[in-house]
C-alpha cells in the first residue's frame, strides 16, 4: 500500500500534474477575488433592499431577534437562540449582532442577516469555481459557469436577506466539492471535510439529512467495489462510511440532546407550537390534493430555478457511463436527494410550496456543466489514497476520448446555461409559484399608479413589518424601564428587533417570563402586547394564558392603542396597559 501510495505521490511532481498544481494556485487567486467580489455584490444587494427599501423576511428576522435576545435581551443566554430551528444561522451571526449598541441597523435592519448571507453565498460561488478548477476543466468553462450561478436572481437575492439558503447552499456545494475529489484520490482529507460539510449543513437545515445520507451510502459502496479481491474490504469500507457519517451523527446527537436537556423535547421542530408542523395546522395550509399535484408543483419550482436539468442530465449521465467516470453522480445524488425530500415533504402536508425549498437545482445544473468535458490532471489532495486511479493513465486517456465532448456542445451547454436567468427571473415574478419572490416586483419598480390586485398585494408584502417599527419607535418614545413589556415573539420578534432597547421587553426565552405572566403586576409590567387568538395567535403564549386578552384585557389589562397592520400575514396589534402599572 505505502508503494503504491509513494508511486502516486511521485507522479503529481511532474509531468501534467505539475501544471495542475500550478493552475491551481491561479484558481486559488482567481478565488479570492471572486469571493470579495461577489460577497460585495451580495452585501450591497441585501443592504439596498432591507435599509433601503424596507423589504424584509420573516425567517430572517426571527433568526436577528433570536441572536440579539442571546446577547442584548433582559435575560441574556445562549440558549435564547431557541431550539425549534437548527443554529447555525443564529450563531453565524453573532459577531455581527455584537456591535449592535454602536449600530443600531445591525438589528433593526436585519443587516447582520444580508451580513451572514453574503459571505456564506459568495463562498458558493467559489465552490463552483473549484469544482471546475479541481476538475481540469477549461478556464472559460469555470468563469462562465460561476458567473451564471453567482448571478442568478435567486442566488443574488438570498445571498443578502439574511435567510437560510446561502449557508445551506455553501455547505452543499462544499460537500459535493470535497466528495468528487474523493473519487479521485481516495483521500481520507476529502471525506472527512465532506463529513463536515454536511454536518455544517444539518446545523443549518434539517433536511441537510437527505444528501448526508446518500453521501454516505454512495461512499461506502464506491470504497466497497474498490476494494474489490482486497483484504478487509467490509471494514475498509465501513471506515470509510464511518468518516463521512462521522460529523453529522455527532452534531445530530449534541444538537438533540441539548434541546432536550434545556427544554425536554428533543425535536421541537415536530414537537413545539413553534414547529414547522404547528405553524403549518395554525395557518390552516392543507396537503396537496393529490401526489401528482405536489409532484407537479416540484416541477415546476425546479425547472423554474434550472431550465436546462432536462437536457443536461441524461448527457451527463450517459457520459459519466461511457468514461466510467463517477464524479458526476455525486451532484446528480447529493443535490437530488435534496430535490427529492422537498418533493416528499410537500406531497405529505409537511412543509410548504416555497420556491427557495428547490434551490439545489440552481448548483446541480452549473456543476453537470463543468463536468461535460472529461477530467483531466490530478485533483489536488493532501495525500491520494492507494485506490486513488493513475492520473492520466492509458485506461483513463481512453476514457476520456471514448466520451469526449466538442468545444461547440460545452459551449452551446454553458449558453444554455445562461439562458436559464431570464427564465428564473419570470418564474420569480409568478404569484402562484414563488409566494415569498414576487413582491421584488413591487420593491424594485415601485409604480404608485398601479392600481391591479396583483400590484396591490406585492406591496403589501412589501410593507411587511412596516407597522411593527413604527410600533416600536412609540413604545421607545414612552422611556419605560426595563422587563415592562410582555409579548410573545411569534409575531412580537419584528418589534424587538426594531426597538432600541430590547431589555425592555419580557420574551418567553426569558427564564422567568411564566412568572411576570403569570403575576405581570407583581413584576413590575405596564404593557402587555396582544394579537388575535386565531390562526398563529392561537400559539401565542399570552393568549394561551389569558384567551380573552385581545378582546377584552382578560380583566388584568385596559386597551390603551390598536395598531392596523400595513403587512401581508400581520396581525393588527392592540396594546394594553395592566391595571394598576
Known amino acids: ?86 443554529p447555525l444561522t443564529s450563531l453565524a451571526q453573532l459577531p455581527f449582532v455584537a456591535v449592535q449598541p454602536w449600530f443600531p441597523g445591525v438589528t ?59 449557508l445551506f447552499l455553501f455547505c452543499l456545494c462544499w460537500g459535493v466539492r470535497r466528495l468528487m475529489r474523493w473519487v479521485r484520490t481516495d483521500g481520507v482529507h ?85 414547529g414547522n408542523s404547528a405553524i403549518l395546522s395554525q395557518s390552516g395550509a392543507e396537503a396537496p390534493s393529490h401526489p401528482i399535484a405536489a409532484a407537479q408543483y416540484s416541477i415546476g419550482a425546479t425547472l423554474i430555478l434550472a431550465p436546462a436539468l432536462p437536457l443536461l442530465l441524461p448527457v451527463a449521465g450517459a457520459l459519466a457511463l461511457r468514461r466510467r467516470d463517477l464524479q458526476p453522480l455525486v451532484p446528480m445524488l447529493l443535490c437530488g436527494s435534496v430535490l427529492g425530500f422537498q418533493t416528499l415533504s410537500y406531497a405529505m402536508g409537511s412543509t410548504f410550496a416555497f420556491l427557495r425549498f428547490y434551490v439545489a437545482a440552481i448548483p446541480l445544473a452549473a456543476i453537470l456543466v463543468l463536468v461535460l468535458p472529461p477530467a483531466r490532471g490530478s485533483a489536488p489532495t493532501r495525500r491520494l489514497g492507494a485506490y486513488a486511479p493513475a492520473a492520466d493513465s492509458p485506461v483513463e486517456r481512453a476514457a476520456a476520448s471514448a466520451g469526449a465532448v466538442p468545444v461547440f456542445g460545452t459551449a452551446l451547454a454553458a449558453l444554455l446555461l445562461l439562458a436559464s436567468l431570464p427564465a428564473t427571473a419570470l418564474g420569480m415574478n409568478s404569484q402562484l409559484m414563488a409566494v415569498q419572490e414576487y413582491a421584488l416586483g413591487a420593491v424594485l419598480f415601485p409604480d404608485p399608479n398601479n392600481v391591479s390586485p396583483k400590484y396591490n398585494d406585492e406591496a403589501r408584502i412589501a410593507a411587511t413589518f412596516s407597522t411593527e417599527r413604527r410600533l416600536a419607535e412609540y413604545l421607545d418614545a414612552k422611556e419605560l424601564p426595563a422587563g415592562t413589556i410582555v409579548m410573545d415573539t411569534v409575531y412580537g420578534f419584528a418589534i424587538q428587533i426594531a426597538s432600541a432597547y430590547p431589555e425592555r421587553f419580557v420574551i418567553p426565552s426569558d427564564r422567568d417570563f411564566v412568572r411576570t405572566l403569570n403575576r405581570p403586576l407583581e413584576h413590575g409590567v405596564r404593557y402587555i402586547l396582544s394579537v388575535p387568538n386565531s390562526g398563529r395567535g392561537t400559539s401565542d403564549a399570552v393568549n394561551r394564558r389569558y384567551p380573552t386578552m385581545y378582546e377584552n384585557g382578560a380583566q388584568i389589562a385596559t386597551l390603551e392603542l390598536e395598531i392596523p397592520n400595513d403587512g401581508a400575514g400581520q396581525p393588527n396589534w392592540r396594546l394594553y396597559r395592566v391595571i394598576g402599572g
Open 190 to 274: 476529502d471525506l472527512v471535510a465532506c463529513g463536515i460539510a454536511m454536518g455544517l449543513g444539518y446545523l443549518t437545515r434539517y433536511d441537510a439529512l437527505a444528501p448526508a445520507a446518500t453521501a454516505g451510502g454512495f461512499v461506502f459502496a464506491v470504497s466497497y467495489l474498490r476494494r474489490r479481491g482486497g483484504e478487509h474490504r467490509f471494514s475498509g469500507a465501513a471506515m470509510d462510511l464511518v468518516l463521512v457519517a462521522a460529523p453529522v451523527i455527532l452534531a445530530f446527537l449534541v444538537w438533540a440532546d441539548t434541546s432536550w436537556l434545556i427544554t425536554g423535547e428533543a425535536f421541537q421542530q415536530f414537537t413545539s407550537q413553534y
Open 108 to 166: 433593526r435592519w436585519g443587516l447582520s442577516g444580508v451580513l451572514m448571507t453574503a459571505l456564506f453565498m459568495a463562498g458558493a460561488v467559489v465552490m463552483i469555481w473549484g469544482i471546475g478548477i479541481d476538475r481540469g476543466a477549461p478556464l472559460w468553462l469555470c468563469g462562465l459557469v460561476t458567473a451564471v450561478f453567482a448571478l442568478n436572481p435567486m442566488v443574488v437575492f438570498y445571498g443578502g436577506n439574511g435567510m437560510s439558503e446561502a
Open 1 to 86: 500500500m505505502s508503494i503504491a501510495t509513494s508511486a502516486r505521490v511521485d507522479r503529481s511532481d511532474t509531468g501534467p500534474a505539475a501544471t495542475t498544481v500550478g493552475e491551481s494556485r491561479s484558481g486559488a487567486r482567481v478565488a479570492r477575488y471572486l469571493y470579495a467580489a461577489c460577497a460585495l455584490l451580495y452585501l450591497i444587494t441585501g443592504t439596498f433592499l432591507t435599509a433601503g427599501r424596507g423589504y424584509l423576511m420573516g425567517d430572517a428576522l426571527s433568526r436577528v431577534s433570536a441572536t440579539e435576545s442571546a446577547l442584548f435581551s433582559r435575560d441574556p443566554h445562549l440558549s435564547a437562540i431557541g431550539f425549534v430551528f437548527t
